[in-house]
């Protein structure tokens, strides 16, 4: 979706455009989703809020599992990695970074509650399996309370 037409999409709707979730993971997809999200916020003078999830494996039986540590650092990491990665240095003023712990579906449903915007990329991984969208892309496109945009990887534009 260009950003002209989405412009025209928001703004045909009356928006008064505040702020603008991110799903943020280091994806390719995730990385165009937040770039895409400065792009409007740009021109809607909104917030955006970058949103990276994390959450230690399930435990089965009540088991521990060795090795458990650094998870919140490395989601931290991955988080902080991509922000760079997508505005260098140079971290808009209106972008906030936040780091959640839990399910991105339902975390970022959540989120969408107090949103004028949602955006996140699509996973895909090559010839048929890029055609299909992410479970966390499906389940925001299904339940979030606000608009969805899902931004295509720029390899994945044209597929």
């Known amino acids: 979706m260009h950003i002209s037409l989405a ?3 928001l703004m045909g709707h ?31 003078n909104a917030q955006v809020e970058a949103i990276g999830c994390w959450d230690y ?25 991509a ?17 959640l712990r839990g399910d991105p579906r339902s975390l970022l449903i959540k989120a969408s509650e107090n949103a004028d915007l949602l955006v996140v990329g699509r996973r895909g991984h090559g010839s048929f399996t890029g055609m299909l969208i992410g479970s966390v892309s499906s389940s925001c496109i299904a339940h979030a309370k606000c608009p969805v945009l899902v931004a295509h990887a720029p390899e994945d534009v044209g597929v």
Request: charged share 25%.
């Open 83 to 99: 922000v760079k990665n997508v505005f260098g240095s140079d971290a808009p003023g209106n972008l906030k970074v936040s780091l």
């Open 57 to 81: 494996p399930r435990m089965y039986d009540g088991y521990m599992i060795a090795g458990l540590e650094g998870f919140q650092e490395g989601a931290e990491k991955v988080l902080n990695d």
């Open 14 to 44: 009356g928006s008064n455009m505040n702020k603008i979730i991110v799903g943020v993971d280091g994806s390719e997809a995730s990385l165009e989703a937040l770039r895409r999200a400065n792009d409007l916020a740009g021109a809607l």
């Open 7 to 9: 412009l025209e999409t």
